[in-house]
């Protein structure tokens, strides 16, 4: 079963990024059982981030209170 989401301030989404849907308003991240919702307005801070780059590798997703950066995105660097 698949939940979706819009993430709360200082509220946390990580995962595996399976797609990244942009449907106006709206930006969609696909983590398989979780799609997180991100208004197309907070979303503009991130495009440049949330490339094909970032399809199919782990990352964090924190949507914050900041004005500037209302959502940040982190990329897991894997270290075996």
Excluded: C, Q
């Excluded at 993430?7 to 995962?15: F, H, K, Y």
């Excluded at 595996?16 to 907070?42: C, K, M, N, Q, W």
Aim: net charge negative.
């Amino acid at each position: 079963m698949t939940v979706t989401k819009r993430l709360g301030t200082w509220e946390e989404a990580s995962g595996l990024l399976l797609a990244v849907v942009e449907a106006y308003p709206y930006l969609t991240l696909d983590f398989g059982d979780l799609h997180v919702i991100i208004r197309s307005e907070e979303a503009n801070s991130i495009k440049g981030i949330l490339d094909e780059k970032l399809i199919g590798k782990r990352i964090s997703v924190l949507r914050t209170d900041l004005h500037d950066e209302p959502i940040l995105v982190r990329e897991h660097l894997d270290r075996y």
